[in-house]
């Protein structure tokens, strides 16, 4: 059964489904984290247009922290999965089997990343939200001149997507 993460930002909201049975680790550390309000009150700390918006480090340094397993989570690649356009959700890394607290969202097609970062979802809606993030003006090392927050972070109820 998939698991919908909703980012609430200070753009608009994204509703990300996750891929629990293709990345289990992984998507249990992000549903966590967001169940916990640790992505609350952060940055999306990197916009590339054309490529992706990352966020999910709380001191917005771009430090690659830990998981929830207190260690570096290994990754789940699943062949079947790829980055073949905006919305598809994946975990930031510093090399292989390195994924912490950091995510990205593509902003389009990015076919280099496949097998290289483990895919986690893909917005199921706020796909608008992302794209517009996507514009927002950016300075040295790609950080936005302008904060774009994520107000708060939440799992999003079964009754709630139903509605």
């Known amino acids: 059964m998939a698991t919908d993460v909703a980012l609430e930002t200070s753009m608009g909201t994204i509703v990300i489904e996750l891929y629990?049975?293709?990345a289990p680790k992984n998507c249990k550390d992000f549903a966590s984290r967001a169940r916990q309000g640790f992505y609350n009150d952060t940055i999306f700390h990197r916009i590339?247009?054309?490529f992706i918006i990352q966020g999910?480090?709380?001191t917005g340094t771009r430090h690659i922290g830990s998981s929830i397993y207190d260690k570096k989570i290994e990754d789940e690649?699943?062949?079947s999965l790829k980055h073949t356009g905006a919305g598809i959700l994946s975990m930031s890394n510093s090399g292989p089997n390195t994924n912490g607290n950091q995510f990205f969202i593509t902003l389009a097609p990015t076919p280099w990343l496949d097998?290289?970062?483990?895919?986690?979802?893909?917005?199921?809606?706020?796909l608008r939200v992302v794209q517009r993030i996507g514009f927002v003006?950016?300075?040295?090392?790609?950080?936005?001149v302008e904060?774009?927050?994520i107000v708060k972070s939440r799992i999003v109820e079964k009754d709630e997507d139903e509605a």
Do not use: A, C, F
């Not at 097998?115 to 706020?126: A, C, E, F, P, Y």
């Not at 003006?137 to 936005?144: I, M, N, S, V, Y």
């Open 48 to 50: 590339i247009p054309n």
């Open 77 to 79: 690649i699943n062949p």
């Open 147 to 149: 904060e774009v927050k």
């Open 137 to 144: 003006k950016t300075g040295t090392e790609d950080r936005p």
């Open 115 to 126: 097998g290289k970062h483990t895919i986690l979802g893909r917005v199921k809606s706020g």
């Open 56 to 58: 999910g480090e709380p």
């Open 20 to 22: 629990n049975d293709h």
